[in-house]
């Protein structure tokens, strides 16, 4: 299961995705603007911000987890949590944490 692809997905529908026990995904969704430069206009785009306080778990990513892949909630709690913990360790060893089409930690 692909943890990331499912908080992209969830991306694009609400500005906040939490990451239970490990942080928030937010966005700030952009205007497109006229460039002086090329003189084009730039599209509209997302910004992704991370907060690391925004650990409670709201259920969003959970269920949809639960309902994307024929699971139960708390399976898909369990699977969350062992990407958590994947995380940390990645983290703690001095690594990047990638997060597929949304960026890096």
């Not at 995904?25 to 509209?44: C, E, L, M, V």
């Not at 699971?71 to 949590?81: D, F, G, I, N, P």
């Amino acid at each position: 299961m692909n943890i990331t692809a499912s908080i992209s997905e969830l991306l694009y529908e609400y500005e906040c995705v939490v990451l239970p026990d490990f942080g928030g995904f937010i966005t700030n969704g952009k205007p497109a603007r006229w460039n002086r430069i090329t003189h084009q206009f730039d599209p509209p785009y997302k910004e992704v911000l991370f907060n690391v306080q925004l650990k409670a778990n709201d259920g969003l990513l959970v269920n949809y987890i639960a309902e994307k892949q024929p699971m139960s909630y708390k399976a898909a709690r369990q699977e969350v949590a062992a990407f958590v913990n994947r995380c940390r360790a990645e983290l703690l060893a001095g690594k990047r944490v990638e997060f597929a089409q949304i960026g890096s930690i």
